[in-house]
């Protein structure tokens, strides 16, 4: 009987063990995807409770620049310009290196293979799988639910979802050719206020 016990427990652990394999395979999968572009641009649509809208982004190396609705961002990996072109205003902050919301910092919003997050998939096809991550440090509250393409490690969408608050982006397109990152210039937003948070 002892014997038995310890043989259900010893496959259980292989099959937890083997479990989460899968899931840290596949958001290395997904980070060799993003990591192997170098330059790329992502075009992409929002959807949130009474706010649709889309936008693309295009990253290379730490620095960025997003461009959706009527704002424009731009980082070059250490400051961070928001743009908002109906206030004529430019918040200029710290860049949030740690960040993995799509809208702070697109450099590293797919990129969770560190220990900073557990995962666990909670839904998987033959197309897509579906993860959750949380942050463990208790600070980061939220979850985010990150659909990829199991075999390419192609991001589908990514989910935010903090108590009722909920933002889906979806990946519409992956340009790899047009990676080049706008840099901020002063001198095209002449006539805006300028708020440094530093």
Known sequence: MRRFITSICLLMLSWSAAAEEGVWQILQRVSDYMGSQKGYEVKFAIKAEGYNTEGRYCVKGDSYYIEVADAEVYSDGKVR???DNLRHEINVDNMDSNSRNIMDNPTR???????????????????????????????VEGEIYLT????????????YLLYDDRMCVEV????????????????????????DFR
């Open 109 to 139: 919003c797919f990129d969770f293979v560190e220990e900073d997050y557990t995962a666990e998939i909670v839904k998987r096809s033959t197309d897509e799988v579906t993860l959750c991550l949380q942050a463990k440090d208790k600070s």
């Open 81 to 83: 310009y928001e743009v």
């Open 148 to 159: 990829v393409n199991p075999d390419s490690g192609a991001p589908q969408r990514v989910e």
């Open 172 to 195: 519409v397109a992956i340009n790899r050719a047009a990676g080049n990152v706008k840099n901020f210039a002063r001198s095209a937003y002449k006539d805006y206020e300028m708020i």
